[in-house]
């Protein structure tokens, strides 16, 4: 019921600023990102974000309908944080993507790959990443399929 309250267009699906909104009012409900810094929340919320798009918006339409997104395995893990903390559900969480442990590890790999610093990941950043170890065709391939799925939703 929460997603389609986000729904923005009232077309059952949801825009990636629609999923901002939904993982930001989840927030406050999830005990594993109690301690979740002032200045980490907008990082978390692209991050996961980013990841319900990945898997979901299969068309690379900058959409993803709501009734997939409710049968997703990533939304499922999501929602796992829904869990009050104990020792159990603690040890089980240490292999959620969302865990804010993975969430700090994801963006301080980001921070090391933005060798400029300016938010984005450019061929000179991507050329550092595994000590080099991508070639500059896995680099520029990489960037042209990035630019024409950024294209096509414009």
């Excluded at 990533?74 to 865990?99: C, D, G, K, V």
């Excluded at 980001?110 to 990941?121: K, Q």
């Excluded at 520029?140 to 414009?154: G, I, P």
């Amino acid at each position: 019921i929460y997603l389609y309250y986000h729904d923005s267009v009232g077309d059952n699906h949801l825009r990636e600023t629609d999923l901002e909104a939904y993982v930001a009012q989840m927030l406050p409900s999830l005990p594993p990102l109690a301690n979740l810094e002032p200045n980490m929340h907008t990082q978390y919320k692209r991050l996961a974000v980013r990841k319900l798009m990945f898997f979901n918006d299969v068309n690379s339409r900058g959409v993803v309908k709501i009734q997939d997104l409710l049968v997703s395995s990533q939304l499922a893990e999501f929602l796992e944080l829904r869990q009050e903390m104990t020792p159990e559900t603690e040890s089980n969480l240490i292999t959620n993507w969302y865990s804010l442990p993975n969430a700090r590890r994801v963006y301080s790999m980001f921070l090391d790959l933005d060798g400029d610093m300016d938010g984005v990941l450019s061929r000179k950043d991507m050329a550092h990443f595994m000590g080099g170890g991508l070639t500059s065709f896995f680099i520029d391939m990489l960037f042209e399929e990035h630019v024409e799925r950024w294209a096509s939703k414009a």
